[in-house]
């Protein structure tokens, strides 16, 4: 049964860090570009951060929607089958629920609609 399941959401102080977890259980995601995207109450959901799938030439391109340049980062560990996006100096307006996408490509697709498999998404609060 193809799953992502994400994971360690929760309540942080402005300026804290959380590491969210994406897991994939019936394929290998190396093979796919995975994307995080979020949604805050009343707002459309949008494109975080993606990485692009194994193209046996690099270690992957990567994509940060500009409001979170320099403070996030998307990483795969291959051995657990995950990809992880650290978020680091969170700040009140990150606060969504966090969703991981996968679509198998060598690219970083940005739009929503292209990914094929979605996991149930984890909240992120950030709050003091």
């Known amino acids: 049964q193809v799953q992502l399941v994400e994971s360690g959401g929760a309540l942080v102080q402005p300026g804290g860090s959380l590491r969210l977890s994406c897991a994939a259980s019936?394929?290998?995601?190396?093979?796919?570009?995975v994307a995080w995207f979020r949604q805050a109450p009343g707002k459309e959901r949008e494109g975080v951060s993606c990485?692009?799938?194994?193209?046996?030439?690099?270690?992957?391109?990567?994509y940060y929607t500009i409001s979170v340049r320099g403070r996030f980062t998307i990483s795969r560990d291959n051995a657990k089958n995950t990809v992880d996006l650290q978020m680091n100096s969170l700040e009140p307006e990150d606060t969504a629920v966090y969703y991981c996408?996968?679509?198998?490509?060598?690219?970083?697709?940005?739009?929503?609609?292209?990914?094929?498999?979605w996991g149930q998404g984890t909240q992120v609060t950030v709050s003091s």
């Open positions: 996408a996968a679509e198998r490509s060598v690219y970083v697709p940005r739009n929503q609609y292209e990914y094929d498999y």
């Open positions: 019936g394929f290998v995601l190396d093979y796919y570009a």
């Open positions: 990485i692009s799938g194994r193209d046996g030439s690099s270690d992957g391109t990567t």
